[in-house]
DNA sequence: TTACTTAGTGTAGAATATACACCTTATATT
DNA sequence: AATATAAGGTGTATATTCTACACTAAGTAA
């Protein structure tokens, strides 16, 4: 263990909160710390930003490095700037948040250098986390939550195909309520952004629902109108 | 890596988009630089974070050096990293919004070092702008836009007593568009977080309006009830 | 065939949002 | 005093959206 705590000046790091959805349970990906300081602790994953990278390029780079996808919607949420949130040195760190569909178990990447192992732990039963993790969590977890609201951003979590019952329990899982079958898809299918297929569900032991896409196309149309206040 | 972070020669900085309300136009506080980049150039007032001091601290500093207010409501909304977005070397900014009400004239301090004057100048009328700020005001205002959609935000400013055409005005000027006299009063008056006072406007040469004031116990209780997304 | 489990569906009442125009009141002007 | 001017202030009918609520249908397993 070291003990010596260098000297440095100021750093940035990128922080990610990624959420995946699977079985019914809403997910995130922590690291486990392999090095000091809070070595052996859960921590969201995290670097530095490199000296000629964009901070929005680093997010990708860290998701890419430890699950191996790419081209996933990332989102920045929140700068956590304290003077004393890392205990070696000034550190500000971006927070982002991204969703990624997890298809029955997604292998995740042996992971580079800084963490020795990492793994989808349910949101409703995760450990203590390092540094000030906790609290990009909840603020990540809340800002999704947010936005759920007013974007059906939920649709990157779901596999391609999916059943209006898996859309409404991930929406329950967000927002941590009970909702109203018959509203939640009379709602859903008003908004005519998603296609019904020629398809049902397989592999259940009782009746099938029908599958449906997300028809990206009408969504463009219908939600990149700003919200407005009404005449 | 060895616990020993990275030492990169990498600034923050904190840039902030100040609004304020005076005569029925919306305005910022921009800043005319005297030091090179940009030497001459409009630009949004913000300044080096310091080693010892937090993000949300730089940003009430800024504040306080061009105006001399403090307690301040203030906001952080993003956090621009792009590797050349300053031409000198690496520095992330993470730009604050704020709010605060012009009465009248409000004279700004003599400014410090890295500015010969600070001016307010009308959003709809602005010259171009140093680095990226163009697109950090854009943010901004996007942000109180959305904002102001489902939190009353434009209290801020308004002076204390303040009448409904006038609050009708700031709303107008925000969302960029004309809204329905009695629709806006009746939503208003029904949100229960105005205060009818006992004074009429002075000075006005047609008939004077009743005088509000915000009633930010009510606010609270109204407004920290998250989202929904309903049953 | 029967039991089980989830899929799938409609309607009535409440609440909210929208569209729309005229009289009132205070001041300034003659 | 009378008149002109300019903004203040108000109500109602219609459309839209939200909410609450319970049973039948379809497929699988025993």
Redesign the pocket.
């Known amino acids: 263990m070291e003990t010596l705590l260098p000297k440095f000046d100021s750093v940035f790091s990128i922080d990610c909160v990624i959420f995946g959805f699977d079985d019914g349970e809403l997910k995130i990906l922590l690291i486990e710390r392999n090095k000091e300081p809070f070595k052996d602790w859960w921590a969201l994953p995290g670097y530095i930003v490199e000296q000629n990278e964009s901070i929005d390029h680093a997010a990708e780079r860290i998701l890419y490095e430890l699950t191996g996808l790419r081209d996933i919607y990332m989102d920045q949420f929140y700068t956590f700037g304290d003077v004393n949130r890392h205990p070696q040195g000034r550190v500000i760190t971006v927070a982002y948040y991204a969703m990624i569909r997890l298809n029955g178990s997604k292998e995740l990447k042996p992971v580079s250098n800084y963490a020795s192992k990492a793994v989808w732990i349910s949101v409703n039963d995760h450990p203590k986390l390092a540094f000030d993790h906790e609290k990009i969590f909840s603020r990540g977890f809340e800002k999704i939550r947010n936005k759920i609201s007013y974007q059906p951003i939920a649709f990157e979590l779901l596999p391609e195909k999916f ?3 898996q859309l409404q329990q991930l929406y329950e899982v967000i927002l941590s309520k009970k909702l ?4 939640f ?3 859903m299918l008003n908004y005519g952004i998603l296609k019904e297929l020629d398809e ?2 397989k592999g ?7 599958l449906y896409k997300f028809d990206k196309k009408k969504y463009s149309k219908l939600f990149q109108k700003e919200l ?1 206040f ?2």
Not at 180 to 183: E, L, M, P, S
Not at 204 to 210: F, T
């Open positions: 059943t209006l019952t109203d079958k018959r509203n898809r009379k709602k049902k569900q259940v032991s009782y009746r099938a629902a029908k407005t009404g005449k």
